[in-house]
């Protein structure tokens, strides 16, 4: 996931079913604290701060298709205009 967070890409994680989902929320999470540590060595350019990966609990949406794509792919247009933003 990490090595993919420079590129025009999201990741939209989807946890089906009751299992605990924590590891999940550290991973996004992680994974964007991470790559903002890591930025400090990477050229202006080529930095990436914005969190490609997204999880959604379908638990929270069962009965609601339209929130779950909604809570899904809300973030997408302003990861598109981030990208393009920083690689101008």
């Known amino acids: ?3 993919t967070a420079g590129l025009p890409m999201s990741i939209v994680v989807v ?3 009751n299992q605990d989902f924590r590891f999940l929320r550290e991973l996004s999470a992680s ?3 991470t790559k903002q540590a890591h930025n400090h060595n990477v050229s202006p350019a080529n ?3 914005r969190n490609i990966l997204r999880f959604v609990p379908y638990a929270d949406y069962h009965d ?3 929130e779950l794509a909604s809570a899904a792919v809300s973030s997408l247009p302003g990861d598109v205009c981030e ?3 920083a690689h101008k």
Do not use: T
Request: hydrophobic share 45%; glycine share 12%.
């Open 1 to 3: 996931v990490l090595r």
């Open 15 to 17: 946890g089906i079913g």
């Open 31 to 33: 994974v964007f604290s």
């Open 47 to 49: 930095k990436q701060e």
């Open 64 to 66: 609601k298709p339209a």
């Open 83 to 85: 990208y393009f933003a």
